[in-house]
């Protein structure tokens, strides 16, 4: 029904608990819509519902390892492949990336400590998934999510965002460009 919606048109919408004329305004520019992505932790339920009805998957980051992200993408695929499409070109992303660049240990430990309170997950645990340490362990990280396939990482800063900005694309990106060129 999403998709009736955001295509040029007026569609009825027919539901179970609905049934109404509705317009949205402003129309999209494209005469499909836009591109719908999926969120998804990686499961195989997930990663059905993904192939079936998204043009793009956002994995959630603090939900696994790079390891983990590259078993779901291989899930992907397969569900892809079932769906009549390929994993060729198909966006791969990753949310919830919270992000601390810092060299100071202890705001390294402060800032796990604060996730591990609002996640309910280890800080060890979260470390090796986030980037929040220093540059070279977050390029690190960004890596093995890029090896593992994921094209785009929509980061967020923890704290000072515009600072955190600076230094990720400063000190950060850099160290991935070079192990990539």
């Known amino acids: 029904m999403l998709r009736a919606q955001l295509k040029t048109g007026e569609p009825d919408l027919d539901g179970r608990f609905y049934s109404t004329n509705v317009a949205l ?19 195989d339920a ?17 939900n696994g390892t790079p390891a983990q992200a590259a078993q779901a993408r291989e899930k992907l695929g397969i569900a892809l492949a079932e769906s009549g499409k390929g994993l060729d070109g198909f966006p791969c992303s990753l949310a919830t ?30 470390s090796g998934q986030i980037f929040v340490g220093p540059a070279d362990n977050c ?16 980061i967020w800063p923890i704290a000072d965002a515009h600072d955190q900005l600076e230094r990720f694309m400063h000190e950060v990106v850099p160290l991935v460009q070079r192990r990539a060129g």
Request: charge should be neutral; charged fraction near 20%; aromatic fraction near 10%.
């Open 25 to 43: 305004e402003p129309r999209p520019n494209r005469p499909d819509g836009p591109p719908i992505w999926i969120g998804s932790w990686g499961s």
């Open 139 to 154: 390029a690190a990280t960004l890596q093995a999510y890029a090896d593992a396939g994921f094209d785009r990482v929509f």
């Open 46 to 62: 997930g990663m059905r519902r993904v192939a079936r009805l998204g043009d793009g998957w956002l994995a959630s980051a603090y």
């Open 97 to 126: 990336m919270w992000t601390y660049v810092t060299e100071e240990n202890s705001a390294r430990v402060a800032q796990l400590h604060v996730l591990e309170r609002l996640l309910n997950r280890p800080a060890e645990l979260l």
